[in-house]
């Protein structure tokens, strides 16, 4: 099973079952639509329960992408993001 490990203001959260190029692309297209956008991780130990975080401009997220086999991360590929306007 593919998990990811989305950190949020420093709050571990996971998703699962996703590719991370997937959740990257969806919070790229929210935060480009200038709307509020609600993404569905799971939070918890165990038992998880389902969640939503909001994403919006200003709001720290980051994502770790997990070898389900080991719970190691996965080796990290950067990517360039887009320049804000100023």
Not at 4 to 22: L, N, P, Q, S
Not at 27 to 35: D, F, R, V, Y
């Amino acid at each position: 099973m593919k998990r990811i490990h989305v950190f949020y203001e420093g709050v571990r959260f996971t998703v699962a079952d996703r590719e991370v190029d997937d959740l990257k692309e969806e919070i790229e297209a929210a935060l480009a639509s200038g709307a509020p956008h609600w993404l569905r991780v799971n939070y918890g130990e165990g038992t998880l329960r389902q969640t939503e975080l909001l994403i919006a401009p200003g709001i720290g997220i980051g994502l770790t992408a997990m070898d389900a086999a080991t719970e190691e991360p996965l080796p990290v590929v950067p990517v360039a993001l887009p320049a804000e306007d100023e």
